[in-house]
């Protein structure tokens, strides 16, 4: 579905089709651990979010030059813009690409050749959140932001991802309260495959002003009640929480009695080429799956530029808030 959309939820080493992962395996002389595109898709049946990231950071090490995070990055935002995609605001993981020799100044500038380019070539404003990854230390994670200092005037926020159960976001405290410190906007995964009590966490003890995913809230009235009150952003992945068995089936998805409650929900593609689809396809799932209707869907597209951190350019959010009220749904 084209409806005009910011896309708040994408690892953008999560956006590496196999096509691409293999020519940039043969362009760099790396060996994948699957005979082919075919064998690759295969492996794409996942048990739960351990199972996926076990591929995801496999498959990450043909990521090698700028002209690979770039093609990476020029792939999705044109993807992305075929699908409605106005705004992107994407993730990295530097951690994973440092730990394999890979620079700092190679995996941001290789990405800001996409990005900055993204608006005159495929009409999608883009901003960096930088994650962490919350199975390493607090102390690596420090370190990753020191690193990151020569290009702060790239990266706009500080996100926190990978493996979730027993890594809680108090371990990040300082790192995000330095994060803070430097101006930076602060989102964090909580609540995916985590406790309820790692949202709270996450808002109370890192300050994050979105929470991605936020799912598990629903397990706690409480919670849902406080995140309604302060208008809380959910970056929900309704595909990826499919295929990493976070729910269910797409039918059984809570997102219906989440908006009903009225939390501030947006629709997300997470990993896209990992979970079968992008943005558009996202919101194309729900709208079948869910049967919402066009007031819901478009309550969605809306919340996306609202939750964006388009704040410093107020006139291009109002030129997309304008945009969603206009689209007709059909
Ligand atoms: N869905 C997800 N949850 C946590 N870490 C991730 N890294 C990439 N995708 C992720
Ligand atoms: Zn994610």
Redesign the pocket.
Known sequence: MSVPKAEL?L?I??TLEPDLAFALAARNGVELPCADTDALREAYRFQD?QS??DL?YALMTVLRTERDFEDLADAYLARAAAQGVRHAEI?F?PQAHLARGVGMGTVVEGLWRALGGSEERHGVSTRLIM?F??DESAESAMATLDAAGPYLDRITGVGL????VGHPPRKFREVYEAAAALGLRRVA?AG??GPPEYITEALDVLGVERV??GLRCVEDPALVERLVRERVPLTL?PL?NVR?RTVDTLAGHPLPAMLDAGLMCTVNS??PA?FGGYAGDNFDAVRGALGLGPERLRELARNSFLASFLDDDEALRARYLAEVEAYDFG
Request: one cysteine or more; glycine letters at 4%; aromatic letters at 14%.
């Open positions: 939820h690892h080493e999560g979010l996926f990231l995801y993730f993981d994650c990854l919350r991802d990978s493996a979730e995964h995916e495959e991605d995913h992945c990826s990493l997470d990993d990992y």
